[in-house]
């Protein structure tokens, strides 16, 4: 592939621009100390390693990221009242591909005020995967409840609760107190508040939530709020396994 296109492809500009940026010497690819000033040098791309404006860069095909969101932001590219999660991450992020659904977008989304692991992706069929009910992808959430929980609570969050907007009920794949305090639940579904309304439903209130696990990927320990990292070809594959119907 040229290296216009590869650029352009990884959200660094229009084709001219990226032509352009190359041409300024502005781009190092690989272990080279001397920039490339040729925009339609062919290079591979698989495995590639570049820098733009002294910034290092790999080579990706399709993007799949993890993201440890901190309170306060949106999940949505026109927020209403809070920051964009997508501030959280550079530029070409956003843009990458070209078109009008250029960028990554959130795999589901997280309320302004809960925190931990959102996914995100250009990779649509990985989105959906993801997402859609029908394939019941565990999420893990940790709460903070205000109430003491009992055996009844987690009775009730186990055999369904029904809220205000389904008569059919919904329940939790498994949930725990790990201390009197602090719920963790899993579900497979993604109704709107879901968690929030599930422990008002058995009487308690969650006072701050955290989304802790997705399927087998577990949220990086390491990783700060508000950063971001690849992820591993290995936790992309994990991810897309079938998950047996609870």
């Known amino acids: ?16 621009i990226c032509s352009g940026m190359v041409q300024q010497g502005l781009v190092v690819v690989g272990s080279d100390s001397v920039p490339c000033t040729d925009p339609t040098a062919m290079l591979e791309e698989t495995g590639l390693e570049f820098r733009v404006q002294g910034e290092v860069w790999q080579y990706h095909a399709v993007a799949y990221l993890m993201l440890n969101k901190p309170a306060g932001f949106e999940c949505s590219q026109k927020p209403s009242t809070y920051p964009s999660v997508y ?3 550079p530029g070409p992020l956003r843009t990458r591909g070209g078109g009008a659904a250029a960028g990554v977008q959130a795999v589901g989304r997280l309320d302004q005020d809960t925190t931990g692991l959102l996914l995100m992706s250009d990779d649509g069929k990985f989105i959906h995967r993801m997402t859609s009910p029908r394939h019941h992808v565990p999420k893990v959430y940790e709460a903070q409840v205000k109430h003491p929980l009992d055996d009844r609570q987690l009775s009730r969050l186990l055999e369904g609760v029904v809220l205000d907007d389904d008569p059919r009920p919904v329940r939790a794949q498994a949930c725990s107190a790990v201390n009197e305090h602090h719920l963790r639940m899993t579900l497979t579904e993604g109704k ?7 422990v008002a439903a058995v009487g308690n209130r969650v006072e701050s939530l955290h989304r802790s696990e997705i399927g087998n990927l577990v949220l990086t320990p390491e990783l700060p709020e508000g950063r971001w990292r ?14 047996a119907k609870p």
């Open 1 to 16: 592939m040229q290296l216009q296109d590869i650029l352009f492809s990884q959200g660094f500009g229009t084709r001219r």
């Open 87 to 89: 501030t959280l991450l």
């Open 192 to 198: 709107y508040h879901q968690v929030k309304r599930m």
């Open 230 to 243: 690849w992820l591993t070809a290995s936790e992309v594959a994990a991810l897309t396994q079938k998950v």
